[in-house]
Protein backbone atom coordinates (compact mmCIF):
# COMPACT_ATOMS: atom_id res chain seq x y z
CA UNK A 1 0.00 0.00 0.00
CA UNK A 2 1.48 3.35 -0.85
CA UNK A 3 2.03 6.29 1.55
CA UNK A 4 0.38 9.26 0.67
CA UNK A 5 2.41 12.58 1.80
CA UNK A 6 0.54 15.55 3.59
CA UNK A 7 2.03 18.76 4.82
CA UNK A 8 0.26 20.59 8.09
CA UNK A 9 0.64 23.73 9.24
CA UNK A 10 -1.02 25.03 12.38
CA UNK A 11 -0.62 28.50 13.32
CA UNK A 12 -1.50 28.45 17.04
CA UNK A 13 -2.42 32.01 17.45
CA UNK A 14 -4.60 32.21 14.81
CA UNK A 15 -7.82 33.59 16.13
CA UNK A 16 -6.84 34.55 19.50
CA UNK A 17 -8.52 37.99 18.87
CA UNK A 18 -11.59 37.42 18.18
CA UNK A 19 -13.37 35.97 21.29
CA UNK A 20 -11.98 39.25 23.13
CA UNK A 21 -13.37 42.10 20.70
CA UNK A 22 -9.87 42.72 19.01
CA UNK A 23 -11.11 42.12 15.38
CA UNK A 24 -8.21 39.78 14.99
CA UNK A 25 -5.00 38.43 15.76
CA UNK A 26 -1.83 39.87 13.91
CA UNK A 27 0.19 41.57 16.23
CA UNK A 28 -2.37 41.50 19.68
CA UNK A 29 -1.57 37.97 20.78
CA UNK A 30 0.25 38.89 24.08
CA UNK A 31 -2.77 41.24 24.50
CA UNK A 32 -5.52 38.82 23.45
CA UNK A 33 -3.97 35.93 25.63
CA UNK A 34 -4.14 38.46 28.83
CA UNK A 35 -7.23 39.39 28.38
CA UNK A 36 -8.28 35.43 28.32
CA UNK A 37 -8.51 34.44 24.76
CA UNK A 38 -7.94 30.57 24.76
CA UNK A 39 -6.14 29.28 21.42
CA UNK A 40 -8.57 27.75 18.99
CA UNK A 41 -6.82 26.86 15.70
CA UNK A 42 -5.11 23.35 17.40
CA UNK A 43 -9.33 22.39 17.89
CA UNK A 44 -10.13 23.27 14.45
CA UNK A 45 -7.41 21.65 12.86
CA UNK A 46 -8.61 18.16 14.88
CA UNK A 47 -11.62 18.33 13.52
CA UNK A 48 -10.50 18.55 9.86
CA UNK A 49 -7.67 16.07 10.67
CA UNK A 50 -10.87 13.45 12.11
CA UNK A 51 -12.23 12.61 8.82
CA UNK A 52 -8.63 11.08 7.91
CA UNK A 53 -8.38 9.05 11.07
CA UNK A 54 -10.35 6.17 8.51
CA UNK A 55 -7.24 6.00 6.54
CA UNK A 56 -4.29 7.16 8.93
CA UNK A 57 -2.54 4.02 7.84
CA UNK A 58 -1.84 5.18 4.57
CA UNK A 59 -0.60 8.36 5.40
CA UNK A 60 2.33 9.95 6.43
CA UNK A 61 1.76 13.95 7.48
CA UNK A 62 5.36 16.27 7.01
CA UNK A 63 5.18 19.30 10.05
CA UNK A 64 7.22 21.48 12.07
CA UNK A 65 7.74 20.91 15.73
CA UNK A 66 5.41 21.23 18.91
CA UNK A 67 2.28 23.53 18.13
CA UNK A 68 2.64 23.41 14.62
CA UNK A 69 1.67 20.55 14.11
CA UNK A 70 3.70 17.48 15.80
CA UNK A 71 1.75 17.79 18.84
CA UNK A 72 -1.61 17.40 17.57
CA UNK A 73 -0.52 14.38 15.18
CA UNK A 74 0.94 12.43 17.95
CA UNK A 75 -1.77 13.17 20.04
CA UNK A 76 -4.79 11.89 17.34
CA UNK A 77 -2.05 8.83 16.43
CA UNK A 78 -1.12 9.77 12.77
CA UNK A 79 2.28 9.13 11.19
CA UNK A 80 4.88 12.19 10.60
CA UNK A 81 7.61 13.20 10.09
CA UNK A 82 8.92 16.32 11.70
CA UNK A 83 11.41 19.01 8.61
CA UNK A 84 12.03 21.71 11.17
CA UNK A 85 10.69 23.54 14.49
CA UNK A 86 9.48 27.18 15.47
CA UNK A 87 12.37 29.55 15.79
CA UNK A 88 11.30 30.51 19.45
CA UNK A 89 8.69 29.51 22.03
CA UNK A 90 5.63 29.98 19.82
CA UNK A 91 5.72 30.21 16.63
CA UNK A 92 5.88 33.46 14.16
CA UNK A 93 4.85 34.29 10.58
CA UNK A 94 8.53 33.55 9.71
CA UNK A 95 7.91 30.05 10.63
CA UNK A 96 5.08 29.38 8.71
CA UNK A 97 6.91 30.72 5.99
CA UNK A 98 9.77 28.59 6.47
CA UNK A 99 7.43 25.84 6.48
CA UNK A 100 5.91 26.18 3.48
CA UNK A 101 9.32 26.45 1.88
CA UNK A 102 10.56 23.08 3.71
CA UNK A 103 7.00 21.20 2.68
CA UNK A 104 6.93 22.23 -0.89
CA UNK A 105 11.12 21.31 -1.07
CA UNK A 106 10.11 17.31 0.65
CA UNK A 107 7.44 17.21 -2.16
CA UNK A 108 4.10 17.03 -0.27
CA UNK A 109 1.21 16.48 -2.74
CA UNK A 110 -1.12 19.13 -0.71
CA UNK A 111 0.40 21.50 2.32
CA UNK A 112 -2.91 21.85 4.56
CA UNK A 113 -2.88 25.18 6.60
CA UNK A 114 -4.86 26.72 9.95
CA UNK A 115 -4.65 30.07 10.05
CA UNK A 116 -6.70 33.39 9.41
CA UNK A 117 -5.54 35.87 6.28
CA UNK A 118 -2.44 36.66 7.95
CA UNK A 119 -1.40 33.01 7.77
CA UNK A 120 -2.60 32.64 4.40
CA UNK A 121 -0.41 36.17 3.38
CA UNK A 122 2.69 34.15 4.61
CA UNK A 123 2.38 31.23 3.02
CA UNK A 124 1.65 33.31 -0.13
CA UNK A 125 4.91 35.09 -0.13
CA UNK A 126 6.82 31.45 -0.43
CA UNK A 127 4.45 28.96 -2.34
CA UNK A 128 5.18 28.41 -5.65
CA UNK A 129 2.42 28.02 -8.05
CA UNK A 130 2.34 24.41 -8.82
CA UNK A 131 1.88 24.08 -5.05
CA UNK A 132 -1.45 23.07 -4.12
CA UNK A 133 -2.62 24.44 -0.88
CA UNK A 134 -5.62 24.12 1.51
CA UNK A 135 -6.88 26.63 4.26
CA UNK A 136 -8.40 24.91 7.48
CA UNK A 137 -10.31 28.17 8.85
CA UNK A 138 -8.98 29.48 12.08
CA UNK A 139 -8.95 33.14 11.73
CA UNK A 140 -11.04 35.52 12.98
CA UNK A 141 -11.14 37.25 9.54
CA UNK A 142 -11.56 34.38 6.42
CA UNK A 143 -11.88 36.56 3.32
CA UNK A 144 -9.45 35.04 1.44
CA UNK A 145 -10.86 32.59 -1.27
CA UNK A 146 -8.29 29.40 -0.11
CA UNK A 147 -10.16 28.11 2.85
CA UNK A 148 -12.53 25.29 3.07
CA UNK A 149 -16.09 26.17 4.44
CA UNK A 150 -15.30 24.80 7.10
CA UNK A 151 -12.65 22.47 8.89
CA UNK A 152 -14.71 19.31 8.07
CA UNK A 153 -14.97 20.48 4.77
CA UNK A 154 -11.52 20.27 4.56
CA UNK A 155 -11.20 16.80 5.98
CA UNK A 156 -13.58 15.80 3.72
CA UNK A 157 -11.67 17.23 0.45
CA UNK A 158 -8.31 16.09 1.76
CA UNK A 159 -10.36 12.37 2.17
CA UNK A 160 -11.34 12.21 -1.18
CA UNK A 161 -8.37 13.19 -2.89
CA UNK A 162 -6.30 10.42 -0.88
CA UNK A 163 -8.86 8.06 -1.87
CA UNK A 164 -8.36 9.10 -5.75
CA UNK A 165 -11.31 10.59 -6.43
CA UNK A 166 -11.76 13.66 -8.99
CA UNK A 167 -10.47 16.53 -7.08
CA UNK A 168 -10.32 19.75 -9.23
CA UNK A 169 -7.33 22.51 -8.95
CA UNK A 170 -8.44 26.56 -9.20
CA UNK A 171 -7.08 29.49 -8.57
CA UNK A 172 -7.92 31.16 -5.35
CA UNK A 173 -7.50 35.03 -4.20
CA UNK A 174 -5.55 35.74 -0.64
CA UNK A 175 -7.26 39.16 0.50
CA UNK A 176 -6.73 40.83 3.89
CA UNK A 177 -8.08 43.52 6.25
CA UNK A 178 -5.86 46.52 7.65
CA UNK A 179 -6.11 45.45 11.60
CA UNK A 180 -4.94 49.17 12.69
CA UNK A 181 -7.54 50.76 10.22
CA UNK A 182 -10.63 48.12 11.24
CA UNK A 183 -9.82 48.34 14.93
CA UNK A 184 -10.24 52.64 13.96
CA UNK A 185 -13.84 51.39 12.27
CA UNK A 186 -12.21 52.07 8.81
CA UNK A 187 -12.59 49.05 6.05
CA UNK A 188 -9.45 48.61 4.32
CA UNK A 189 -9.34 45.23 2.02
CA UNK A 190 -6.29 44.29 0.14
CA UNK A 191 -5.30 41.63 -2.25
CA UNK A 192 -1.85 39.73 -2.08
CA UNK A 193 -1.83 37.14 -4.35
CA UNK A 194 -3.37 33.53 -5.25
CA UNK A 195 -2.95 30.31 -4.63
CA UNK A 196 -3.38 26.91 -6.27
CA UNK A 197 -6.41 25.51 -4.08
CA UNK A 198 -8.45 21.83 -4.43
CA UNK A 199 -12.04 21.96 -4.91
CA UNK A 200 -14.17 19.03 -5.58
CA UNK A 201 -14.26 17.95 -8.83
CA UNK A 202 -17.47 17.30 -10.89
CA UNK A 203 -18.05 14.00 -12.76
CA UNK A 204 -20.64 15.40 -15.34
CA UNK A 205 -18.77 18.22 -17.18
CA UNK A 206 -18.68 18.53 -21.45
CA UNK A 207 -22.36 16.96 -21.28
CA UNK A 208 -23.38 15.21 -24.85
CA UNK A 209 -26.32 13.36 -23.89
CA UNK A 210 -27.70 11.42 -21.11
CA UNK A 211 -25.18 13.51 -18.54
CA UNK A 212 -22.08 11.51 -20.09
CA UNK A 213 -19.30 13.06 -21.13
CA UNK A 214 -18.02 12.98 -24.22
CA UNK A 215 -14.39 12.36 -25.09
CA UNK A 216 -14.07 13.79 -28.53
CA UNK A 217 -15.55 17.34 -27.10
CA UNK A 218 -13.35 17.39 -24.33
CA UNK A 219 -10.47 17.05 -26.57
CA UNK A 220 -11.90 19.98 -28.80
CA UNK A 221 -12.16 22.09 -25.56
CA UNK A 222 -8.43 20.97 -24.36
CA UNK A 223 -7.34 22.20 -27.78
CA UNK A 224 -9.01 25.37 -27.37
CA UNK A 225 -7.11 26.04 -24.29
CA UNK A 226 -4.02 24.38 -25.15
CA UNK A 227 -4.24 26.85 -28.47
CA UNK A 228 -4.72 29.73 -26.00
CA UNK A 229 -1.66 29.32 -23.57
CA UNK A 230 1.09 28.24 -26.48
CA UNK A 231 4.10 29.77 -24.81
CA UNK A 232 6.46 30.77 -27.61
CA UNK A 233 9.75 29.18 -28.22
CA UNK A 234 8.43 26.89 -25.49
CA UNK A 235 9.07 22.78 -26.95
CA UNK A 236 5.70 20.43 -25.93
CA UNK A 237 6.42 16.79 -25.80
CA UNK A 238 2.89 15.15 -26.72
CA UNK A 239 3.42 11.30 -25.56
CA UNK A 240 1.73 8.50 -27.31
CA UNK A 241 -2.11 7.23 -27.66
CA UNK A 242 -5.64 8.13 -28.96
CA UNK A 243 -5.91 10.89 -26.46
CA UNK A 244 -2.80 12.81 -27.26
CA UNK A 245 -3.40 12.05 -31.14
CA UNK A 246 -6.89 13.80 -31.01
CA UNK A 247 -5.74 16.31 -29.40
CA UNK A 248 -3.03 17.04 -31.57
CA UNK A 249 -5.74 16.41 -34.56
CA UNK A 250 -8.06 19.10 -32.67
CA UNK A 251 -4.96 21.31 -33.20
CA UNK A 252 -4.29 20.89 -37.03
CA UNK A 253 -1.35 19.14 -36.39
CA UNK A 254 0.62 15.93 -37.82
CA UNK A 255 1.21 13.60 -35.26
CA UNK A 256 1.97 9.93 -34.84
CA UNK A 257 -0.61 7.85 -33.02
CA UNK A 258 1.99 5.60 -31.01
CA UNK A 259 4.73 8.09 -31.17
CA UNK A 260 6.13 10.77 -29.44
CA UNK A 261 6.32 13.69 -31.34
CA UNK A 262 7.71 17.40 -29.88
CA UNK A 263 5.67 20.83 -31.40
CA UNK A 264 6.86 24.12 -31.05
CA UNK A 265 4.96 27.05 -31.58
CA UNK A 266 2.25 25.78 -33.41
CA UNK A 267 3.86 23.70 -35.81
CA UNK A 268 5.67 19.62 -35.20
CA UNK A 269 9.08 19.75 -35.26
CA UNK A 270 9.78 16.23 -34.30
CA UNK A 271 7.64 13.15 -35.40
CA UNK A 272 7.83 10.13 -33.74
CA UNK A 273 11.53 10.54 -32.79
CA UNK A 274 13.85 8.27 -30.86
CA UNK A 275 14.87 8.80 -27.05
CA UNK A 276 18.19 10.47 -27.91
CA UNK A 277 16.40 12.78 -30.82
CA UNK A 278 13.88 13.56 -27.50
CA UNK A 279 16.74 14.80 -25.48
CA UNK A 280 18.55 16.51 -28.06
CA UNK A 281 15.18 18.88 -28.10
CA UNK A 282 14.66 19.10 -24.43
CA UNK A 283 18.01 19.39 -23.10
CA UNK A 284 18.57 22.81 -21.90
CA UNK A 285 15.61 24.04 -23.80
CA UNK A 286 12.23 25.25 -22.18
CA UNK A 287 9.98 22.46 -22.84
CA UNK A 288 6.33 20.95 -21.44
CA UNK A 289 5.88 16.68 -21.12
CA UNK A 290 2.33 15.63 -21.83
CA UNK A 291 1.36 12.57 -21.82
CA UNK A 292 -1.92 10.54 -21.19
CA UNK A 293 -3.07 7.06 -18.58
CA UNK A 294 -3.52 3.79 -20.20
CA UNK A 295 -7.02 3.60 -19.53
CA UNK A 296 -8.16 0.98 -16.51
CA UNK A 297 -4.28 0.73 -15.93
CA UNK A 298 -2.89 4.02 -15.08
CA UNK A 299 0.45 4.08 -15.97
CA UNK A 300 1.52 7.47 -17.29
CA UNK A 301 5.29 6.33 -17.76
CA UNK A 302 7.01 3.14 -18.29
CA UNK A 303 4.08 1.98 -21.03
CA UNK A 304 4.27 2.19 -24.54
CA UNK A 305 6.58 5.62 -23.97
CA UNK A 306 10.12 4.18 -23.13
CA UNK A 307 11.22 7.49 -25.77
CA UNK A 308 10.37 9.34 -21.98
CA UNK A 309 13.31 8.57 -20.18
CA UNK A 310 14.65 9.19 -17.01
CA UNK A 311 17.02 11.57 -18.24
CA UNK A 312 14.03 13.58 -20.55
CA UNK A 313 11.83 13.60 -17.51
CA UNK A 314 14.86 15.23 -15.82
CA UNK A 315 15.71 17.94 -18.51
CA UNK A 316 12.01 18.63 -18.77
CA UNK A 317 11.47 19.01 -15.29
CA UNK A 318 8.39 17.13 -12.81
CA UNK A 319 6.75 20.83 -12.62
CA UNK A 320 6.32 20.64 -16.21
CA UNK A 321 4.76 17.54 -16.50
CA UNK A 322 0.73 17.55 -17.17
CA UNK A 323 -0.96 14.45 -17.34
CA UNK A 324 -4.22 14.53 -20.36
CA UNK A 325 -7.54 12.35 -19.46
CA UNK A 326 -10.77 13.19 -19.43
CA UNK A 327 -12.86 12.55 -16.22
CA UNK A 328 -14.13 9.34 -18.08
CA UNK A 329 -10.71 8.04 -18.46
CA UNK A 330 -10.21 8.38 -15.01
CA UNK A 331 -13.57 7.07 -13.57
CA UNK A 332 -11.93 3.34 -15.35
CA UNK A 333 -9.29 3.67 -12.62
CA UNK A 334 -12.36 3.25 -9.96
CA UNK A 335 -10.29 5.32 -7.69
CA UNK A 336 -6.62 3.24 -8.22
CA UNK A 337 -3.81 5.98 -8.31
CA UNK A 338 -1.83 6.92 -11.78
CA UNK A 339 1.18 4.87 -11.92
CA UNK A 340 5.13 5.61 -13.09
CA UNK A 341 7.60 2.62 -13.94
CA UNK A 342 10.34 4.77 -15.66
CA UNK A 343 13.01 2.04 -15.03
CA UNK A 344 14.68 4.86 -11.87
CA UNK A 345 13.75 3.87 -8.74
CA UNK A 346 15.46 7.45 -7.74
CA UNK A 347 12.86 9.36 -9.96
CA UNK A 348 9.80 7.62 -9.76
CA UNK A 349 10.39 8.09 -5.83
CA UNK A 350 10.86 11.83 -6.63
CA UNK A 351 7.59 12.50 -7.97
CA UNK A 352 4.72 13.89 -6.12
CA UNK A 353 1.95 11.55 -4.55
CA UNK A 354 -0.72 13.76 -6.82
CA UNK A 355 -0.51 15.17 -9.95
CA UNK A 356 -2.25 17.55 -12.24
CA UNK A 357 -4.39 16.17 -14.87
CA UNK A 358 -5.68 18.35 -17.59
CA UNK A 359 -9.31 17.41 -17.75
CA UNK A 360 -11.13 19.67 -19.96
CA UNK A 361 -11.05 23.50 -20.85
CA UNK A 362 -9.41 25.47 -17.85
CA UNK A 363 -10.07 22.45 -15.78
CA UNK A 364 -6.79 20.98 -14.00
CA UNK A 365 -7.87 18.31 -11.29
CA UNK A 366 -5.28 16.93 -8.22
CA UNK A 367 -5.22 13.34 -8.60
CA UNK A 368 -3.32 10.20 -6.76
CA UNK A 369 -0.14 8.95 -8.13
CA UNK A 370 2.17 5.73 -7.02
Same mark, same amino acid.
Given at each position: MSVFHLGLIINPLAGLGGSVALKGSDGVAAQALALGAEPRATARTRLALESLLPVAERLEFVTFAGAMGADLLQEMGFAYRLLGAPLGQTSRAEDTRRAVQALQEAGVALILFAGGDGTARDVCAVARPSQPVLGIPAGVKIHSGVYAISPRAAGALTLRLVEGGLVRLASGEVRDLDESALREGRVAARWYGELTVPE @????????? #????????????????? %?? @????? #????????????? /??? #???????? %?? /???? $?????????????????? %????? &???????? $?????????? /??? #? $?? &?????? $????????????????????? &? %??? +??? +????? +???????RVWAGYKDELLYPLQ
Open positions: @EGGYVQQVK #QAGVESEELVLVELAAW %LE @ESWSP #QVRYVFGPGSTMH /GLA #QNLGLDTT %LL /GVDV $IEDGRVIGRDVTEAQLFA %LVDGH &PAWLLVTA $IGGQGHILGR /GNQ #Q $IS &PRVVRA $IGLEQLRVVATKRKLGTLEGR &P %LRV +DSG +DPSLD +DAFPDAV
